[in-house]
């Protein structure tokens, strides 16, 4: 099956700072890529996400990118604020027994300091 | 906007009792999933429904069953619970089961089991 990798599990940053998250894959045949942010006591949000045949999506401050090849996708986070703090979710999906499953990473804990 | 309710939002049950959690969606979405998630962990997939049908159930114990009595409404049967079942129960939906489809994720149910 398929196994997702997100690093770091805890990231730091000022105010203003950007911030990236990065998730590896391990299953070839995974083809969608969302990221989800979590917030204390809430439930998983969609902020973002990436179809295999796209390298790269913008959404005001927060981008991803893809890279097939090597198998990792990275969330890029810019001008942090510190209502960007919460857990950030990666993950992949591919058709499993016939339906599309989703595989989480562990989550980053991201912090913005004001 | 997307919208999948889930109530009660806490619950607190003995190992001995029965309850059922609800989930509903009016977004015409045709796929629905029920998820675990324990504290600082990602959420973890239960069960799969699609077009109603029972279509993934992830070796879950019998002591969870879930229901989809139409194309809006999600429920998941509890009884005779053990302590460690403890955890927010997630709803989702997604367009279809199909590839690349975004699941939008309920707020949950956060259940403690005495």
């Known amino acids: 099956g398929e196994n997702v990798e997100q690093h770091p599990s805890t990231l730091s940053v000022q105010e203003g700072d950007s911030a990236v998250i990065k998730c590896t894959y391990s299953?070839?045949?995974?083809?969608?890529f969302p990221w989800y942010k979590q917030e204390l006591g809430k439930r998983p949000q969609l902020i973002i996400d990436?179809?295999?045949?796209?390298g790269e999506k913008k959404d005001q401050r927060i981008a991803v990118t893809l890279n097939k090849t090597a198998k990792h996708f990275s969330l890029h986070i810019t001008e942090t604020q510190p209502e960007d703090s919460a857990v950030y979710f990666c993950?992949?999906?591919?058709?499993?027994?016939?339906?599309?499953?989703?595989?989480f990473g562990k989550g980053t804990m991201l912090l913005v300091s004001p | 906007d997307t919208e999948v309710t889930q109530t009660p939002k806490h619950l607190v049950m003995g190992m001995t009792n029965k309850k059922s959690l609800k989930c509903e969606q009016h977004?015409?979405?045709?796929?629905m999933y029920w998820y675990k998630q324990k504290a600082k962990k990602p959420p973890e997939l239960m069960f799969v429904y699609s077009y109603e049908k029972l279509s993934i159930n992830e070796s879950v114990p019998s002591r969870f069953s879930p229901e989809c009595p139409n194309s809006s409404l999600l429920n998941l049967h509890l009884h005779a619970l053990q302590p460690e079942d403890s955890a927010l129960y997630l709803c989702?939906?997604?367009?279809?089961?199909?590839?690349?489809?975004?699941?939008?994720f309920g707020d949950g149910t956060r259940l403690s089991i005495l």
């Open positions: 990436i179809r295999s045949n796209v």
């Open positions: 993950a992949a999906s591919n058709r499993e027994r016939g339906y599309s499953t989703l595989t």
């Open positions: 977004m015409g979405h045709r796929a």
């Open positions: 989702a939906s997604s367009q279809d089961a199909g590839a690349g489809r975004a699941q939008h």
């Open positions: 299953d070839s045949a995974s083809n969608y």
